[in-house]
């Protein structure tokens, strides 16, 4: 069996791939440049930290280029929910995209919280594209410094 060296005129297995890619989209109808819509759909879901302090929970939530009137926080029960809407007003609709990768739409985030948050003083703040969230927790659930005795 002889070894062949590999020439790159004769055959580019990254072509071969492209032309694959072709058929398969050929055979479903797919556009070469694929939008992202339909099947190739993505969802967005917000990063989020959460952090326990003495006296409260902080959510903080990065939700760069969000419009805090396109945004909804709220807290029912043990459950926290962030939703909202992230748009582009500066999309050109006549331009075809090589690259679609800046999420536009609905999202939602759902966390469940700790026993023990005040849910009827809850402080949400949005600044420079991050939400932070602050859920007071009920005073029977702060811990308690009990004094010693000396006798």
């Known amino acids: 069996m002889d070894l ?7 055959m ?3 072509k ?5 890619q072709d058929e398969i989209n050929r055979l479903f109808d797919f556009p070469r440049l694929i939008e992202t819509e ?3 759909d993505r969802t967005f879901s917000p990063a989020v930290d959460v952090v326990e302090h003495a006296d409260d929970y902080t959510v903080i939530c990065d939700l760069p ?5 396109d945004l909804q926080v709220s807290v029912e029960g ?3 929910t962030i939703k909202g809407e992230k748009k582009y007003e500066t999309k050109e609709k006549d331009a075809k995209y090589y690259r679609n990768e800046l999420f536009e739409g609905s999202f939602q985030r759902t966390l469940s919280l700790p026993y023990g948050v005040d849910a009827d ?3 949400a703040r949005l600044k ?11 005073e029977e659930v702060k811990p308690k410094q009990i004094e010693i005795k000396t006798k």
């Open 12 to 14: 580019d297995p990254f």
């Open 128 to 138: 420079d594209g991050v939400l932070t969230i602050v859920l007071p927790k009920k």
């Open 78 to 80: 043990d459950v926290l």
């Open 65 to 69: 280029g969000v419009d805090p009137k």
């Open 38 to 40: 339909g099947i190739f």
């Open 16 to 20: 071969e791939l492209d032309r694959i």
């Open 4 to 10: 062949v060296k590999w020439n790159r005129d004769v």
């Open 121 to 123: 003083k809850v402080d």
